[in-house]
């Protein structure tokens, strides 16, 4: 099979530091501070500007709400001027008056990181142990006195995988444009027992693909995601086959990895820490050109390969994600994974069986 490689978009990493501690997170060096330099994100916009098919970055990796306001805004600037959206992802925490006229000023889709109410929340922890829920919430409060759209990301885990319609209810009252759910998996640093079963998974997602059914209020990323490839599979006997989103990330100090955020500071002898290059001294068109010679990117091509020939749900999910394949199976070129159960098999068997 020929597989077409591309990125539209970007992940940069402008501070490794985060002022929570969550219990799942799979970032290893988050108490440490590093923060990206003005000369990587000159060469992130001299990239841009020579290839007009990037059309966005998103600010991730770290809490990016921990940079110096007015240095953050400089870094901002430089992207804004290649002529490009912006997106943030953050913990909300230290959201005020002034990072909300910055989202403003740049028109910055924030998006924010939220497992639900108090009780829900309790894995997003500062570093002293206390549930960062209410200081998170006074952030969002922020969001929307600044009539600021806001989505939010969800990790569910073992405190609030039984309380589905709690967490939709939730989600409607704050008033989220749409949530992604990241059911809980093991990867890089984040290597806790899940503390769930595969029947709690698939009664979260019967409950949530209920409650939607009812309103239909809030967009939820995976029922967009499957309904989108149950309908590609109506319509056609072709399978959606043969396309693999590099999705480039460039960590605080210009080395870049691909396919997954998840493997910024991830160990590998075999794969060179994944690392295949640096802002400051590599092309990265040149670089992400030559993906026949990236070891891991083949290994996760075949991988994606194997999936499309032996899984029937493979329209649903395009062969899963590199960063699953590697920390659940060790092997980049393996199939099913923890992510392929929980949040494709189970919700795809679960949407059919409501229709």
């Known amino acids: 099979m020929t597989f077409n490689y591309y990125f539209d978009s970007l992940i940069i990493q402008p501070i490794t530091a985060c002022n929570l501690n969550c219990s799942y997170c799979y970032l290893p060096d988050r108490n440490v501070k590093n923060i990206i330099s003005k000369e990587v994100i000159f060469r992130i916009k001299e990239s841009i500007e020579r290839n007009k098919e990037i059309k966005s970055v998103c600010w991730h990796c770290g809490e990016p709400l921990l940079m110096n306001i007015d240095y953050f805004r400089e870094m901002v600037e430089i992207i804004h001027n290649a002529g490009i959206a912006q997106s943030i992802q953050t913990n909300a925490t230290l959201i005020d008056e002034n990072w909300c006229q910055l989202f403003i000023d740049y028109k910055i889709q924030v998006s924010v990181s939220l497992d639900g109410d108090f009780e829900h929340n309790s894995d ?6 206390r549930n960062s829920f209410y200081a998170a919430y006074a952030g969002i409060q922020k969001l929307r006195e600044s009539n600021i759209a806001f989505d939010v990301l969800s990790v569910i885990n073992k405190h609030n995988i039984k309380k589905p319609k709690e967490i939709y209810e939730f989600l409607k009252q704050i008033g989220c444009n749409s949530v992604g759910f990241n ?3 093991i990867e890089n640093f984040n290597k806790r027992d899940l503390g769930f079963s595969d029947d709690d998974v698939r009664h979260f997602w019967l409950v949530i693909f209920n409650e939607w059914v009812k309103d239909g209020s809030i967009r939820i990323r995976e ?3 499957c309904l989108s490839a149950l309908l590609h599979v109506s319509e056609t006997t072709e399978p959606n086959r043969g396309v693999i989103n590099l999705i480039p990330t460039i960590s605080f100090n210009g080395n870049i990895v691909l396919l997954s955020p998840e493997f910024l500071d991830a160990k590998s002898t075999r794969y060179h820490n994944f690392v295949i290059g640096n802002m400051m001294t590599d092309d990265l068109f040149s670089l992400t050109n030559k993906v026949g010679m990236i070891d891991y990117v083949q290994d996760f091509t075949e991988g994606v390969n194997n999936c499309a020939s032996t899984c029937r749900y493979f329209n649903g999910c ?3 994600y590199a960063s699953n394949k ?3 199976n ?3 070129s393996s199939t099913a994974t ?3 159960l929980h949040s494709r098999k189970l919700l795809i068997d679960t949407i059919l ?3």
């Open 124 to 129: 997003r922890v500062s570093w002293s142990g």
């Open 183 to 185: 059911v809980e998996e």
């Open 223 to 225: 029922l967009d995601e």
């Open 318 to 320: 395009g062969g899963g």
């Open 326 to 328: 590697f920390f659940e």
């Open 330 to 332: 060790g092997d980049l």
């Open 338 to 340: 923890r992510f392929c």
């Open 353 to 355: 069986n409501q229709i």
